[in-house]
């Protein structure tokens, strides 16, 4: 779908995980869901207070 394999998407996300400090993403065997962090950087404009801003 996005042209990266899925074990190269979960290792980069969890290295942004650690950068940021916060779980962006739930993970269960089954199923993967939104922390409220990660709902809260996305109505803040993509900032977390107390967090860098990611950077393009």
Same mark, same amino acid.
């Given at each position: 779908?996005?042209?990266? !394999? %899925?074990?190269?998407?979960?290792?980069? &996300?969890?290295?942004?995980?650690?950068?940021? @400090?916060? !779980?962006?993403?739930?993970? %269960?065997?089954?199923?993967?869901? &939104? %922390?409220?962090?990660?709902?809260?950087?996305?109505?803040? @404009?993509?900032?977390?207070?107390?967090?860098?801003? &990611?950077? !393009?």
């Amino acid at each position: 779908m996005i042209g990266v !394999a %899925t074990p190269t998407l979960s290792r980069q &996300l969890q290295q942004l995980e650690t950068h940021l @400090g916060v !779980a962006l993403l739930n993970r %269960t065997t089954r199923q993967l869901s &939104l %922390t409220p962090a990660y709902s809260d950087r996305c109505r803040v @404009g993509g900032e977390i207070p107390g967090r860098p801003a &990611l950077t !393009a």
